[in-house]
């Protein structure tokens, strides 16, 4: 079945730092990944949608400039948290969708996730 | 906007059944159905695509109604590892996959 691979699974980094993660689809293509964040015993709240050679779409209320979006290739997209504060602190997830003729019919294939910790 | 799921939490003991339900005010595209254990990644369920359309696997089925504004998962005999969060994720019309999920049931299986 189609994979997501997800890195790192945890970070922690100090407050005002970066941190990048990354999202590969390691058996199919995929033009489109999408970044949810999710809180505590919350649900998924999508971020963005990240198109394979074009700018990124974001979610009414999601900060472009702090959440930068790459999709340079069509198994890789990164997600890079700009100068971090602690209310960045979340479970990022990335998922993608595998195209071809039956891509309709087709799941979101999710990372296993990264979780932020921003002290 | 976001589909309204219900209940919110529903605890069971080992080999009774459940029904979760997920409803819109519009009209969907297509219904996705998915389980997260905590701390892990939302593992994929089923899809459903066609008003009136019934599937299932094993004991989980789901439904989505004719006017494809409401879809019901159904646990059959529920085994201890059917416990943790279900989602539906909604897609409408051209959305490209582009889903958004209910707020989650949060199922728990007790022996």
């Known amino acids: 079945g189609a994979v997501v691979s997800q890195h790192p699974s945890w970070v922690i980094c100090k407050s005002g730092t970066s941190v990048k993660i990354e999202c590969r689809s390691l058996d199919f293509q995929a033009t489109t990944m999408f970044w949810y964040r999710q809180f505590p015993k919350q649900s998924l709240m999508l971020m963005a949608t990240s198109n394979e050679g074009s700018k990124a779409t974001y979610e009414q209320g999601v900060e472009k400039d702090k959440f930068l979006i790459n999709h340079a290739s069509l198994t890789l997209s990164t997600l890079t948290v700009t100068s971090a504060h602690p209310e960045d602190s979340s479970f990022y997830i990335c998922?993608?969708?595998?195209?071809?003729?039956?891509?309709?019919?087709?799941?979101?294939?999710f990372g296993n996730g990264t979780r932020l910790t921003v002290t | 906007q976001q589909p309204v799921q219900s209940p919110q939490a529903v605890i069971l003991r080992e080999g009774e059944d459940a029904v979760i339900n997920c409803s819109s005010s519009?009209?969907?595209?297509?219904v996705h159905w998915y389980r997260q254990k905590h701390g892990e990644a939302p593992v994929f369920l089923m899809i459903l695509l066609k008003g009136g359309e019934q599937k299932g696997h094993d004991k989980i089925s789901a439904s989505f109604n004719e006017k494809k504004q409401q879809s019901s998962l159904y646990l059959t005999a529920s085994q201890l590892s059917y416990s943790g969060t279900y989602f539906c994720?909604?897609?409408?019309?051209?959305?490209?996959?582009?889903?958004?999920f209910g707020e989650g049931t949060q199922l728990t299986v007790n022996p």
């Open positions: 994720g909604t897609e409408k019309e051209t959305s490209g996959s582009r889903l958004t």
């Open positions: 998922s993608a969708k595998s195209v071809g003729p039956n891509s309709y019919n087709s799941p979101l294939h």
């Open positions: 519009k009209a969907l595209y297509s």
